[in-house]
Structures are given as C-alpha cells and as structure tokens.
C-alpha cells in the first residue's frame, strides 16, 4: 500500500504539470494570436490584426439626438485576416467576414485621422507631399452647405464641411487578378 501512496503524489504533480503547461500554452497563443470581439478597444485590435489594410470613417449624428454631437463611426477592413470590424465611439461593435483579395492597399492608420482636420490636413496625414495637394485632390465639389467638399486621391475619398472632417474612405489598387 505504501508503493501506491508514493506513486500518487507523482501523478497528481505530473497532472497538474500538464494542465498548467496547456493553460499557459493557451492564454500566451490567445495573446500573441489573439481575437478581436465586440466591445475591444481600437488598441486591442490594432495590437491583435495591426492597423486596417483601408477603412471607411464618418462622423454621424446619434439616433436619440439627431442634432446633438456627432459620433464617430468605423469600418476597418482587413483582408489577410478574412475580418471587417465595425466601430461606435472607438469601441468594437461587430466583426463580419470579408472575402480576401489580391488589392494593394495603402495601411494608413485611421487612428491618424479627428473630426477638426482641415482637407490639407488630412492629405498630409494621408501622407501625401504637401506640393503634390492640387495634382492629387480633384477639384472640389461645392454642396452650397457651408463650403462642403468632396475630394477624390490616390487612394482615399473624403468630405470636408465647415473645416471639419465628415467622411473619409480609404481604397486600393486592384491586385494581379483585378481584385479589390
């Protein structure tokens, strides 16, 4: 009897050994391969997929306060990942699937962008030469609403309205098989 009380200490520790290995196994692999869900900051999905490959933002009145503040709202794509996660306010809302293709796109971060940006701002956040703005930006179209305008470049589409950023889409260029 004395030969099986011995041997159980050396299973319950051998045990518990594995369990704590394939517990630290699975939250590092969760940290360094980590997914993003619903209610993760913008932080923790840069830090999980890295910034967006293109992303739409816009800023939009609330639906309980439609002449309130306005809020901003965020799509970021992410093509290797197969992911797009939708943003209110910074905060993970949903996360779809998206289909990946062979497009090139730019990766700039739309964490770069604020509601205050002038249009030269937002090109040079862009990341285009300040000397290239009027090669780059297509003429403005006028609403007639506050000196609104729309501005087309290589790879982004934005509104300016009263000096403020409304709306900006980043897009790419279409891949070896005309994806994107």
Sequence with gaps: MSARRAKTPIVVSVVAGVVIVAASVLL???WLF?????GDSQERVVEVF?????????YLPRDDAPEGPLVRIE???????EQVVHFIAGSAIAIEPLAPDDAVYP????????FEMSAEQVVDALGEPAEQIDDVLLPAEEDGADGGAVYLGEHALFGVQGGVLLYLETFGDAGPQGGG
């Design 107 to 114: 990766h700039v971060d739309p964490r770069l962008f604020d």
């Design 34 to 38: 980590g997914s993003v869900e619903p």
């Design 28 to 30: 590092i692999g969760s």
């Design 75 to 81: 799509s970021w794509y992410y093509p290797d990942h």
């Design 50 to 58: 890295g910034p967006p490959a293109y992303f739409v933002l816009e």
